[in-house]
């Protein structure tokens, strides 16, 4: 009988042993699956200029070939919105002309900008302009939630060409 008791215990404990890593393994692929889905970044062309695109601050994708004299920029660090975006971010330096994920800043206008050449770009200067932008790595900040679609403006930048707001 003594022999019987030991034996059902003996099982027992190995089923407890068997649900307990069971569920410990199950454990780990829930956690695995709550993690939060990659981010999705949007990319444009070299053209893009950042006064068409009306959210304050984003991140983008830009193509290789940036680096061209027609994408105009105009500033040096802080850049006229009026500006190609991808072209400003080579001229920064934050880019090369290989392309890649940058983050884009609107900041107020500025009273003027000065041209400057860097990384393969000419900017040019602007005597003033309505809105700017800066450009950073393409590093998300902590508790920021960026766009994964960007939002463009159908008025043309040209036609407030240097009103401030």
């Keep these: 009988m003594g022999i019987v008791i030991l034996t059902m215990k003996a099982s027992v404990i190995e089923m407890f042993l068997v649900f307990l890593v069971t569920g410990i393994h199950s454990n780990k692929e829930a956690v695995k699956k709550i993690k939060r889905p990659k981010f999705s970044v949007p990319q444009i062309n070299c053209d893009v200029k950042a006064a068409k695109i009306t959210n304050p601050e984003f991140i983008v994708k830009c193509p290789s070939g940036c680096q061209d004299p027609r994408y105009h920029v105009y500033?040096?660090?802080?850049?006229?919105?009026?500006?190609?975006?991808?072209?400003?971010?080579?001229?920064?330096?934050?880019?090369?002309?290989?392309g890649g994920r940058i983050l884009v800043r609107k900041v107020a206008g500025q009273s003027g900008y000065k041209g400057s050449y860097a990384n393969g770009v000419q900017s040019l200067s602007l005597p003033r302009w309505r809105e700017s932008f800066i450009i950073s790595e393409g590093k998300p900040k902590k508790g920021v939630t960026y766009p994964s679609d960007l939002t463009y403006s159908l008025k043309s930048p040209a036609a407030n060409a240097g009103k401030c707001p």
């Design 75 to 98: 500033g040096t660090d802080v850049y006229a919105s009026y500006s190609s975006v991808c072209g400003a971010a080579v001229h920064s330096g934050v880019i090369d002309n290989s």
